[in-house]
């Protein structure tokens, strides 16, 4: 956990500023994952810190979103169009 937290705090990941009273303080937790490799053996150890999203209000906690997302059928086009031109 010490780890992920030097990381975020070299990445400048966020900033403090000081609190109005019209906002509201989102909360966060950590989240403690076990990555294992194929044979099932512990490969190293994961602290992500997450927002708990649903204390947020669109446009004043936050004003896009953007998700690295793939939808299956895009993958599929690309893969056909490969099949095809092979």
Known sequence: MDEEYSALLKAQTWHLVP?????????????FCLKCNTDGFIQWYKAPLVAKGFHQ????NFFET?????KASTIHVILSLVVTNE
């Open 19 to 31: 609190l109005s009273p019209s906002q509201n303080v989102i909360d966060n937790k950590w989240v």
């Open 57 to 60: 209000h669109p446009g004043v």
């Open 66 to 70: 953007f998700s690295l997302v793939v």
